[in-house]
Nanobody, 122 residues
């Protein structure tokens, strides 16, 4: 499975960005797509995820209500819509493919995209 993340950039606080993650290869082996982020000097943290099959989503509390994950099965693409962005959302965002819904540890994900930088200015 190959993952290609895109859509990052610089935005002011309160603004919005939409990240995309295009999957290719043996995608049938991955049932879940997750989004993670990593700020400088911090560990990689789980943001949310989505099931390919039924579109069910799950989020961490810090982004719930502001971020929305969706998928387009025909395009093998997952999206992370980020609204009401805050400076503390600044990080490199990664998409990852896994097999089990609800998992939050990076170790539970098998394939990773290259990351895309999101910077939120105050």
């Amino acid at each position: 499975v190959q993952l290609q993340a895109s859509g990052g950039g610089l935005v002011q606080a309160g603004g919005s960005l939409r990240l995309s993650c295009a999957a290719s290869g043996r995608t049938f082996s991955s049932h879940v797509m997750g989004w993670f982020r990593q700020a400088p000097g911090k560990e990689r943290e789980f943001v949310g995820g989505i099931s390919w099959s039924d579109g069910s989503t799950f989020y961490v509390d810090s982004v719930r209500g502001r971020f929305t994950i969706s998928r387009d099965n025909a395009k093998n693409t997952v999206y992370l819509q980020m609204n009401s962005l805050k400076p503390e959302d600044t990080a490199v965002y990664y998409c990852a493919a896994g097999r089990f819904i609800g998992r939050r540890s990076p170790r539970e994900y098998d394939y990773w995209g290259q990351g895309t930088q999101v910077t939120v200015s105050s």
